[in-house]
């Protein structure tokens, strides 16, 4: 997996289980911030799994989260690990300015729709596939829980009553949409 995230590493080895082994870029002794210059998740995931098969030759899969907030027009989006310093409040990849800054802008915003969605893109013998997951829910007023990471405290999947951070990783992890893109992929290789 074109990864250095070590979050995203266990949340997809706990998905995946023990029929499966993922290794991630520092296993195959790739240790540099590989590029997502895309506009769109597709694009970042197809991005980062071609820059593995390209310098390593190894077949790879990448994935791309976005957070997209209707109220917002689909902001946070493909800048979402990015949003709070873009916003200038924080550095890149810092989870607690990323959320300070989407609760910032929701302030006094009633239609807190959200939706999770996560695109993963498999490099295999030099073809690309892609596998959507989408989670619907919304975003809470404040942060609830101390599990996972990212966003997890303010996203409350539909039909839940709790955000992703109330969640044991059990639970999270039969319907987060990273879950649910990985099932699409695990269908599909088995299917081989």
């Known amino acids: 997996m074109a990864t250095n995230n070590e979050h995203k590493l266990r949340?997809?080895?706990?998905?995946?289980?023990?029929?499966?082994?993922?290794?991630?870029?520092?296993?195959?002794g790739c240790h540099e911030e590989i590029p997502e210059t895309c506009l769109t998740l597709e694009g970042n995931a197809l991005q980062k799994a071609h820059y593995v098969a390209d310098?390593?030759?190894l077949d790879c899969f990448a994935d791309d989260t976005g957070l997209e907030v209707e109220a917002l027009a689909g902001e946070p989006g493909v800048f979402t690990a990015r949003y709070g310093a873009l916003n200038g409040y924080g550095a890149e990849h810092d989870s607690d300015a990323n959320i300070r800054c989407l609760l910032d802008k929701l302030k006094g915003v009633r239609?807190?729709?959200a939706r999770f969605r996560t695109v993963i893109a498999l490099i295999q013998g030099g073809e690309e596939r892609l596998f959507e997951?989408?989670?619907?829910?919304r975003i809470t007023t404040e942060l609830r829980g101390t599990d996972g990471f990212g966003y997890d405290p303010v996203f409350e999947p539909e039909g839940?009553?709790?955000?992703?951070?109330?969640?044991?990783?059990?639970e999270k992890n039969r319907i987060s949409?990273?879950?649910?893109?990985?099932?699409?992929?695990?269908?599909?290789?088995?299917?081989?």
Do not use: C, N, P, W
Not at 11 to 28: T, W, Y
Not at 133 to 137: A, F, P
Not at 177 to 192: E, G, N, P, S
């Open 111 to 113: 239609d807190r729709g």
């Open 133 to 137: 997951g989408v989670v619907e829910g």
């Open 11 to 28: 949340e997809i080895r706990q998905i995946l289980g023990e029929g499966f082994q993922v290794k991630g870029l520092a296993d195959i």
């Open 55 to 57: 310098s390593f030759g």
């Open 160 to 170: 839940t009553g709790l955000t992703f951070a109330e969640m044991g990783h059990e």
């Open 177 to 192: 949409h990273r879950a649910l893109a990985v099932r699409k992929l695990i269908d599909y290789l088995q299917a081989l």
